[in-house]
């Protein structure tokens, strides 16, 4: 059978509202209204650019209506009526494109915007908070594992509210594309509320267990005290030590952070990258390799040792690459989408696949089907002017898995409901 995208539709009788902070080309919101939540705000501002691809498209798809193209520390105050709170937030200083040397965590350029989401969230109070991202933030600084969300945790539950987290890797629910990325779920505590044990809350009661169903715990849960003032935290947490204390899941309330290895439970039949291919006859010419060029991309996929000079100290070294899959098995998940991937130039980070009509590189299609989104969802921008492929493979490159947003919308529409 065909593969066919779900598209997109509003909810007539939503279950709530919701703001999307670096929204993007519109992930959160496709999952969310397919869990019964209306976005009612929008805001997505890329720096150091003056043509805003990103916000282009989202305007094109959704309309101009609740949607800011501003740097969000010029968003003054979220609207009044927000249930939900969602974002997949710039993650440059904890991908893991750099080192985790030169990670330089919420110190960063990009890092600060936390600040500008706690600030909103200050001014509204909205019911839960959904975040996304990297999960190198729970080990980064380099020189202090896990100080960045000990500090996020910490402020977060400062403004009154419980948070889950869990490490998701997209392909174990049954997704096309191995995406691993971390999910944080905060909900504002109410007074006299009924608490469940943390090790309940995470394996079973949460809403991200709830939402992403565990196999099983693998290890003991651990405390994490994170009583102290946040700037106390920021100077001495985890001081000499090399690895974060921070695992896979966890739940933080009243001041503890408790923490434990999980093991989702797997799908029983998942979808893999050969089941979202379109057919040869609709791939465009620039999708295929020549055959004067394979050996290049074989070369540059391939296992290999380079000796290098290291430019301040004028040490060499050998810089070592292992061996990835050429092509890419059609019957596996597919790899974790770059930035990078669009384009024509044989590189080591691309996908290229083998079909009965020979070598080709993924379209743009079967990169938004990768990640959920509907076929051809990013091709116009707001202007009807048709977008590159390589923004467009950028787009995805920075998106988010829908199908998962969508499970965890639907447990938090539950809980609106049910309150």
Known sequence: MAYKSKGFKEPTNSVGNVAELFAGVGGFRIGLARAGWKTTFSNQWEPATKVQHASDVYVA??????????????VKALPKNIDLLVGGFPCQDYSVAKTLNSSKGLKGKKGVLWWEILRLVNGQKPRFIFLENVDRLLKSPSNQRGRDFAVMLKTLGDEGYSIEWRVVNAAEYGFPQRRIRVFIVATRLKKGAKKSTPESVIAKTGILARALPIEKLTDNLQEIDLDQEADEISAKFNKGQDKSPFLNSGYFIDGVAYTVKSQAKLASNPVVLGDILQPDSQVPDEYWV???????????????????????SGVTYNYAEGKMAFPDLLTNPSRTILTGEGGTTPSRFKHIIKTKSGYRRLTPVELERLNGFPDEWSQMNAEGKVVTDAKRAFFMGNALVIGLIEQVGKVLAMEIKSK
Not at 61 to 67: I, K, T, V, Y
Request: net charge positive; proline share 0%; no cysteine.
């Open 290 to 312: 020549e055959d004067k060029r394979l050996k290049e991309w074989k070369y540059l996929k391939g296992a290999k040792s380079i000796e290098r000079t290291h430019k301040g």
């Open 61 to 74: 798809q959704f309309g101009e209506e609740g949607h800011t193209n501003l740097d969000i520390a010029k």
